[in-house]
């Protein structure tokens, strides 16, 4: 019943930008910590950035300084700014976010269907 839909992938030149969107849609009471994830073929996927329900934001090692997570709970959304894009950040990236459910109140952890991102001149 809850879906989290991705937006704004596609192919950049290698220092190029992009921003990344995530709505989440459904029977939703609150939304916790909100990540964005990527998986490049034949890699392990990979937690690339984090911000909790009180806007803390966490980032890996190989993005801090490029790229910016944000949300907007009003709208249920999450962002992921990337500027300066290397060939390396070519990947499927994922959105994921531990949502509570109406009506029982339980916490879930739900995944959006990924977006590509390639970076390539």
């Known amino acids: 019943q809850v879906q989290l839909v991705e937006s704004g992938g596609g192919l950049v030149q290698p220092g190029g930008s992009l921003r990344l969107s995530c709505a989440a849609s459904g029977s939703i009471l609150s939304i916790g910590t909100m990540d964005w994830y990527r998986q490049a073929p034949g890699k392990e996927r990979e937690l690339v950035a984090t911000?909790?329900?009180?806007?803390?934001?966490y980032y890996a090692d190989f993005v801090k300084g490029r790229f910016t997570i944000s949300r907007d709970s009003a709208k249920n959304t999450v962002h992921l700014q990337m500027l300066s894009l290397k060939p390396e950040d070519t990947a499927v990236y994922y959105c994921n976010a531990v949502v509570k459910v109406a009506p029982t109140g339980g916490y879930f952890e739900v995944w959006g269907q990924g977006t590509l991102v390639t970076v390539s001149s």
């Open positions: 911000v909790t329900s009180t806007y803390n934001t």
